[in-house]
């Protein structure tokens, strides 16, 4: 079966690139985010399981921490990557099974990783700006909201 898409081809590139969790229930939402709530349509994307969760340091996450900053240093090189979006969400299911944390005090073991993940970054490469967020879920779908990482 082939299929061609009719949403235009831009050859522009951002020079920014956001790192979340691929759990396709919030995925839109991201998109939603970076393309209206931050102006950064067409930004690359790095998702995996936990997000920025595996650049926190985690034995679990080695060698996803590696292959993950291989990837931004290509991105820097070859996409001129300037800056970088973190991204963490509520319930996600990287921290309950794969790291098996418990559920109190979730949110803050998540945000603080943000900010470790944005030191792993810092310490790997050049990078201008760094912004981190927590996705919460609402009656409406997904509030956004901006995590201090100094
Ligand atoms: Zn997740």
């Avoid at 820097?76 to 790291?99: K, M, N, P, W």
């Avoid at 050049?126 to 997904?142: H, L, P, Y």
Wanted: glycine share 6%.
């Amino acid at each position: 079966m082939q299929y061609e898409s009719k949403l235009p081809y831009h050859t522009k590139r951002m020079h920014a690139a956001a790192i979340y969790c691929s759990d396709g229930r919030v995925c839109e939402q991201y998109d939603d985010f970076l393309q209206h709530g931050l102006k950064l349509p067409r930004y690359d994307r790095v998702a995996l399981p936990g997000g920025p969760a595996c650049l926190a340091g985690y034995s679990q996450a080695r060698l996803e921490e590696a292959g993950v900053i291989d990837e931004l240093k290509f991105l820097v090189d070859a996409h001129g990557l300037q800056r970088i979006v973190l991204i963490q969400h509520e319930d996600c299911a990287f921290y309950t099974s794969r790291l098996a944390a418990g559920t109190t005090s979730l949110e803050q073991l998540q945000k603080a990783d943000l900010v470790r993940a944005a030191y792993a970054i810092r310490h790997a490469m050049k990078m201008d700006t760094i912004d981190a967020f927590f996705a919460r879920r609402t009656e409406q779908g997904v509030l956004f909201e901006p995590v201090e990482l100094e």
